[in-house]
């Protein structure tokens, strides 16, 4: 069956695949045998024969390319969806590349977010820059693999690059060990795996040789507003999802710093770990990291801090001294596709000893070569020795727009924070619930007349509205125990008309699930 032509394909095009179209049948003419056409050319028997379409296939998705990221500005969220996926038939007979491309394309139309626009709030999910997405292609069409200098001294050399610059960026000391990450769950994982190496050490133990039997429970100790990406992490690591202890003094999660500090004074020395959060995912707030690192000076702990999003509040005056003291962690973990905007999957993970990072994740084999100061084997320093080249587009989106192109861009979304922060303010259904601290605005709809259980159902029911809807897109939280919404704005497109629909869509969607409960109450009243 001949699939339909992708509906935003311009004349000049079609003109082009035309003639490529009539170059492959005399082609085919030629070669004779090759059974039936896909739509775009013939089927193929391996890639081999393959090799006549590459630059066809790039050129159909560069159109497509071009027209998605187009629209991407108003398009709603959620396209409503219609198509079912693409096939999921295991073809004996391959499709030919062109069919398979295009198949993808109009399955993405109505099933994929538009999660690289400026509307999507949920989670904390940045766009591409350009110059990222740009760079990213390059990364496929390059395919290094960025295991270390003689697999490939362009991604080694881009990488070391990158994370200096990132280094200096974030405040961290430029002596600190780091690479590049899928993310801050990795990232995350790398630094508490560097912990509990220094922790094993202390106790006598190469845990990354022996393993853990025999010593007693890690002592890991943070606030309310610890990720569950830094729990899963020590789940992985075999420390525990239940081991840390939480020093919490009120329903927000904040840290009670002096309870900390006494549960420290009681280990009597022995070795413990703190994780504080920079920017917790609710309410964009940060733990006292500062105090953590007083704390941890004192009582000789390690000072693991996840700065996912928040470690960005470096880069503006107005909100650097939420990551004061940032420079006295031990390990801290930063995500590049949230604020950094480069593609996914990408994080970084920075250690301030060398030699504790590489022992955890060091791997021995006569063919792999050994790591030197000056060229880092970056597969020694993570989960992954065969790695995408993640730093190309980090560098390529750092080299384009700079310090100040990043400055810039931080501080127009903390002003476009607060202003949400207002209009929710100014609602007389809204209530917010947390401070503006960073880019994250917590507030819940909160019409008169409900009591704490109806209004977390209702937010719950408003929130999968919202979603269902697709103007935009965030989700619900628990903050403070009540069912909130925490929109985050981190994407490089956002601007004042996208964020004013946050405090429109709700508004508008809250007072219509009231009339319809109103109905409906009135329905079962009459019955
Ligand atoms: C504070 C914090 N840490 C860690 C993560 C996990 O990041 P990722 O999903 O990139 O691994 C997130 C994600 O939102 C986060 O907000």
Redesign the pocket.
Known sequence: MRAALPRKWSREFITTLSIESTLERIYRVRLGGLRSFSPYGFRVPDPLSDHEHLGQALRLVLNEAEAYLAAVDSAPVRPPARGVGPSDVMPEQGAGTMAALDELIESARDGATRSTGPRFFH??MGGTTPAALGADWLTSTLDQVAFNWVSSPFAARVEQISLDWLKSMFGLPAGWSAVTT???????LVGLASARRWWGLKHGVDVDVDGLAGLPAMPVYSSG?L????VKALGMLGIGRHTPRLFIRDAAGRLDVAALGRALGALGGAPAVLIA?????NSGDFDPIAEMAELAERHGAWLHV?????LFAALSPKTEHCVGGIERAHSV?V?G??WLNVPY?T?FAFVHDPATHAGAFTAGAAYLGAETLSRPVFGFLGPEMSRRARAIPVWATLRAYGRDGYREMVERHLALAQRVGAQVDESPDLELLSEVHLNVVCFRYRPPGLDEAELDELNRKLGAAVLEDGRIYFGTTEYSGKVAFRPAIVNWRTREQDVDLIVEVTRELGARSMSTAAGGNKKASRA
């Open positions: 989670f904390v899928t993310g801050a769950t990795s990232a995350n507003y990720h569950a990406s830094a959060t920079a920017g917790d995912v996840d700065g996912a999003f928040g973990a995500d596709h949230k999957d994080g």
